[in-house]
Structure formats: C-alpha cells, structure tokens
C-alpha cells in the first residue's frame, strides 16, 4: 500500500520560499503521477500543482504560476513543490496525492487514490 509523507512546511515571512517534499513508502514512485493541494481555513481545497510519472509534464495553479515549481526524483521516491515569492494567501494545510498512472484532469481530487497527511504552511510577517 502506498503511504505519503508530506513534509517541509512552516512559518515563513512574505517573499521567503519553502520545499515541500513528499516522500513515498510502501511501493515506487515511479509509475505515479504527483499532484499537491492546499486547504486554507474557511475555504475549499484547491489544487496547486500537477506533475506526470515521468516528470515531463507539469501543471500550476493560476495563483502560483511563476512561482512554484513542482519536480520529483524517482530514484529517492520523492516529489518536490519549491514555493517561492510566498504570500499570505499562500498560508494553508498541503497536501501530495498520487494516481495510478496520469489523468486528464489533474485539478480534480476525486481523480486521486492516496493521499499524505498534509504539512501546514503559514505565510505572515
């Protein structure tokens, strides 16, 4: 069974940056596609970040476009979410999750069959 363990969250100031790693026990990595959600308090889970089994493909939210980037390295079982450039709206619970293979339709949660526990990140002066 796979597990998911995110990690790497905490305070951060407004413009600072944070790695969020998700690491995999259980089974590889490799033949998972990654996608990292957020839950902010009083709102709905929103999808963050999207990248393919291979890595080639990724996808961003339109609020962090330009500044987080998604990676994994296959070998270490290991997906990462560099955020930068971090804001407070930034400030929520994040989550990894995996799917067998891929999706189309990478923002939709329900397309997701594990999930970590989530790491809390708080962005504030």
């Known amino acids: 069974q796979l597990q998911l363990v995110e990690s790497g969250g905490g305070l951060v100031q407004p413009g600072g940056s944070l790695r969020l790693s998700c690491a995999a026990s259980?089974?590889?990595?490799?033949?998972?596609?990654i996608g990292w959600f957020r839950r902010a308090p009083g709102k709905e889970r929103e999808a963050v970040s999207f990248?393919?089994?291979?890595?080639?493909?990724?996808n961003y939210g339109d609020p962090v476009k330009g500044r987080f980037t998604i990676s994994r390295d296959n070998a270490k079982n290991t997906v990462y979410l560099q955020m930068s450039s971090l804001k407070p709206e930034d400030t929520a619970v994040y989550f990894c999750?995996?799917?067998?293979?891929?999706?189309?339709?990478?923002?939709?949660?329900?397309?997701?069959?594990?999930w970590g526990q989530g790491t809390q990140v708080t962005v504030s002066s």
């Open positions: 259980g089974h590889t990595l490799e033949h998972y596609a």
């Open positions: 999750a995996a799917v067998w293979g891929g999706t189309t339709m990478w923002f939709n949660s329900d397309e997701y069959d594990h």
């Open positions: 990248i393919s089994s291979s890595g080639v493909s990724t």
